[in-house]
């Protein structure tokens, strides 16, 4: 994998961040993903997630991808959506220590050993964290943009800023920060900070980035994820529907005018 890897067809390539795990990162990956295909993007998602790979699950893939005539995978089709995952390469169930070269190898063969052809937005689910995943990606691809997920809590915020400043750094473009079950609203309507309200939003003021808005706590999230299915999909109209799509028209509009 040296010098710069173009991959064929492919305009963008967003790649998906957090600090940690367990905020939300592949969920917004996905529903993101489903927004800007909605937006008329022809979607590849790479799970590149190689401490816990869950946008299979998330897709309801149950399948292995086949082979294509010159040895490539096919990505499997899932809600109008190409994807490839590491997870299809590694055995979940053994827990593997993915030193520096196997990480690079596998990661060649998902961007270069996968039939991608048809795709032009490329959204990447990175593993938590700025290990060898995201220097790898960021040294060989030519990025579109990062969006970085966090949810409000200073401890996460203090490392999604880590985060950004590695990118920075790299001279990767920043689309932004979106910040993940930022409140909850009870049946009547009242709104409850679980986490505390605003920090993200300042944190990127501060940090001169976008902040590309909040997402909601909304428990159909996380039923969704558990079924299979992006929640946008039967869920465009809640708050948390609504806003998933705001997010994604910004990263759209920042895309298609340059400005990245
Ligand atoms: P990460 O990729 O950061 O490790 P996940 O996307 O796997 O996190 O999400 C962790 C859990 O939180 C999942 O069960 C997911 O369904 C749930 N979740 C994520 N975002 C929300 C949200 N806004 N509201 C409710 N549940 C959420």
């Avoid at 790649?15 to 939300?24: D, N, P």
């Avoid at 196997?102 to 990447?124: E, F, N, P, R």
């Avoid at 220097?135 to 490392?159: F, H, M, N, R």
């Avoid at 079950?181 to 300042?202: N, R």
């Amino acid at each position: 994998m040296d010098g710069i890897y173009d991959l064929d067809g492919v305009k963008n390539i967003i790649l998906v961040a957090s600090a940690k795990g367990g905020v939300g990162k592949s969920t917004t990956a996905i529903n993101i993903a489903t927004a800007l295909n909605q937006l008329n993007h022809n979607i590849g998602i790479l799970d590149a997630d190689i401490y816990g790979p869950s946008i299979p699950k998330m897709l309801g893939i149950r399948e292995k991808p086949k082979i294509s005539e010159d040895k490539r995978f096919i990505p499997i089709e899932k809600f109008n959506m190409k994807c490839m995952s590491i997870g299809f390469l590694i055995d979940q169930k053994t827990p593997v220590i993915w030193r520096g070269p196997m990480i690079i190898k596998a990661l060649k063969q998902m961007l270069h050993g996968v039939v991608w052809d048809g795709v032009d937005t490329l959204v990447i689910d990175l593993p938590p964290g700025t290990g060898d995943v995201q220097l790898t990606l960021c040294q060989k691809l030519k990025i579109s943009g990062v969006v970085v997920v966090s949810t409000p809590q200073e401890l996460a915020l203090i490392d999604a800023i880590k985060g950004i400043n590695m990118f920075k750094k790299l001279n990767v473009p920043i689309l932004g920060i979106v910040e993940n079950m930022s409140y909850l609203k009870t049946k009547s309507g009242d709104i409850i900070d679980i986490f505390g309200k605003g920090s993200v939003e300042k944190a990127a003021q501060k940090n001169t980035i976008n902040f590309l808005g909040d997402i909601p706590i909304d428990k159909k999230i996380s039923k969704n994820s558990d079924k299979g299915v992006p929640y946008l999909i039967d869920n465009s109209e809640t708050d948390a529907g609504k806003k998933i799509l705001e997010i994604a028209k910004v990263i759209n509009k920042n895309l298609n005018n340059d400005k990245i």
